[in-house]
């Protein structure tokens, strides 16, 4: 009995114990991931501004939705991460996003002190953001693991958090005309007075730390150029210096510019979604206050109504009017590499441009997730988010993407309901932020002129890209190719940069699409490896990496290197079984002039163009070299291209779209993984089969070389459907057009150059027998086009269907692609005939 009274004691100890360990857990967490909610900047984020690498925005990725949902993969994939959407945005808002960080200008001849960084958190926007993140969104005991390298944490960091930069740069009289198409003349986010205009890139060998604190110092005789610092600062960074402040916290997508932090918010507003008593967010008496709802919803507060409350308070109490204004609109640096976003007046600035896109957008997709639309347990934060952000098909539903911002904003948000949120988060901020003034009465009107103000901003003066224009101008296609860039670095970096920045987006560098390799023209050799990662390029591609890199071109050195590459890749194929996928493109990105073709180099691009039949070489050079280039290539008309690249990037789109464009036009491969590099003419494939995906709309195009359907033998294509999803399928093959399609055959082309089937069931079967028939060698015959083209009837409703890790969308399409005896066969017997050849070539024009 005694026993039996010690044991229930001894176990309700144990209880007891456990209750306050568990307690003190979660007040560690709580403690923890709410140190971006404090008015000192986060210890884990203070590496972005003490580093002065990290500092320069030249040295982190480029502030677009690619590199954000790049980010966010490597999140999600990775393996210590171990959360669904409604706990990771959560998270990773609680980690990466700091509102309101300025940069703190010391008194005149004032040194500062090496204990202390120059940054804190003291614009207006980290009041709300406190609130936000401490009292609306809802945290668990779960941290978010440290899985980014420095460079991705601070590019996410500045992605996520809004604040206004307005220290004077020394450009403002001509920041809002020209500079939105100059592609690397940016501001400098140090505390110094910058002339945008006159510097490209710092000099990070000029500016060292003392102290190991942020504090940067400049020799003044670098190509920084100063102006004059003019009256002296306070400690507080004023707003109002900049006539085109600096708007942090904004990502660049083809519909406006974005708040990401508001983005985020609203969808972690709607997968944690509460509503919260106004009481608990009110600091003190309720008393000034009347008439207002009990309760605030998340989605709200975490995105319109917290912008319009700043635009209330702060117009409200600073400018005295009841005229509230919302919506400042504003300019990228840089149309191909952007990272700062000018905007275009320096007076109210709490509601503009981005933020209100944000706020909007991370609504909809709040109140999509909140209302079970989407189901937060089953899609990852980035498919959400390329979903919205997608030229067609949006999120489930066609309207429920960017391009129909408008609409969605009319059919989502509720005016009244909009007044009534707004009013009663407006009394819980009000108590909250520090202000110049005291609203004593006409809160209420200065609420409902906000909301028509924003009502008719939004519906009037937002022109984004629409619908029907998206659709129109952008491909139904998703490209995939494996992209090698043979770099020249006598380019110069601003002028070569911004050009590949403008291949990489468009080819979507991604985990679902594109790679890039970047190499040196100098010898062949490898600068940055292999990498299907946008944000990993922009990280490691750098000033200072081109500048580290050995001048000049040696064709000969570099072929033989890139043919050991390709020789490479074949037999890791050949280990993977590798059926089909990216297409194969190498481009010769050439600056010098007068390039040396002698007949090792010819020798080696025959190598290369005859043994690796997959691989398409492409000449980009600034000068036009076309009478040396020719023979390199296969298709001499379309393969060799002249671009002029300025070094104001003004001109990126116009000189590289004729090169895109050929990019584009190869398609993806479907190969015999058994030839390997050697293309032993035994060796045939079997039976072999590969799965791919399609986007309700889209069309994948392959190419099949007649090195693997060479000769007589019964060589077949089988195209199958194997998952669920809305439509049909419908296989065009070619051996004429590169890309053919049903629209051709409906346009009147010819039977015997385009032919279509539809796909409902079971397979199409395309035979390759006798393909090369008159043909008598295996370069003189044409290789073999395939499409695969999505049909979906206009208005059909789309479901998550497809669920297999190589998904990009949820609702795409999964189908086989089978291979049948496909052979091996190679043109490299034919080189020694070439050699010949082109010796005598070079006789003939030399006499």
Known sequence: ??????????????????????????????????????TSVAPELRECYMNVTLLDRNNIPPTTLPVLIDIIQKIEDDPNVNMDLR??????????????????????????SGNVLPYAPTFHSIHRHRIVLSKILPGNIQELPNVLTPPLKCALHYILSTTVDARVRGNEQNCNQLSQFRALRTARNIPSNLKMDDVEILDLGSMKLTKSMG???????????????????????????????LLGGVISTRWGAVSAGHLLAGIAGGAQFQRIRVSDLVRGSMSNYANLQDTVSSIFASTISGDLVEAVLIQGTERGTNAITVGTAGNWNSTQAPRYFMLHNRVNV?????????????????????????????????????MYYSPRNGVYDANRRACNRRELRQQFINRDALIGETSAFAAALDTNIPLRGTIVSGLDQLVSTAVENFQSYTTNSLNDLNCVNTVTTMDNFRLKTNLYIVIDSTWPYQAVYPAISYLLDNIEVGKFGSSITLLNAFDGSIVLDKTFSLADFHSNYTLAR???????????????????????????????????????????LLNTANLQITVPVIVEARKINETIPDLRVLFATSTNQFDSLWQMVRDMHNDIKVVSLNVEGTNVEVTMNPVLTRIKSVGRRIVNSNCGSTFNGELTSGNRQFDDYLEPGYINYYAISPNYFYGNANRKVRISRTGAGAGSLIVCQSRRFEQPSQNMTAAGAD??????QTLASGNIEISLQGACEGHWTIGSCPSFFISVQSQVPEGSSLSPSCTDPACRFPYNMRYQVQIE????????????LSVILIICGIFIHLL
């Open 350 to 386: 709490e509601a503009t441009d981005p933020e209100l896109r944000g706020d909007i957008d991370g609504f909809v997709l709040g109140t999509l997730i909140q209302s079970n639309v989407v189901d937060a347990a089953s899609i990852k934060l980035s498919q959400l988010l390329d």
């Open 751 to 756: 039977q015997d150059s385009v032919s279509c």
């Open 821 to 832: 005896e496909f052979g091996c066969f190679s043109s490299a017997g034919t080189i020694a």
């Open 215 to 245: 504090k940067i110092r400049h020799n003044p005789k670098d190509d920084v150029e100063y102006t004059s610092m003019g009256v002296l600062k306070s400690e507080r960074q004023l707003l109002g210096d900049s006539q085109c402040p």
């Open 87 to 112: 706990q990771l945005v959560v998270q990773i808002l609680r980690t990466y996003r700091q509102d309101g960080i300025e940069y703190h200008q010391p008194d005149a001849n004032a040194d500062r």
């Open 1 to 38: 009995m005694c026993s039996a009274r010690v044991d229930k004691a001894f176990a309700e100890n144990n209880r007891n114990s456990m209750f306050w360990l568990l307690t003190i857990a979660l007040l560690a967490s709580g403690a923890s991931a709410q140190l971006t909610a404090q």
């Open 546 to 588: 081109h500048q580290a890199l050995f001048n000049g071109v040696n064709l000969e050195s570099t072929l033989q290197n890139v043919r050991l590459l390709m020789e490479r890749e074949l037999e890791n194929e050949k280990s993977l079984n590798y059926v089909g996928g990216n297409s194969t493109v190498l481009l010769f």
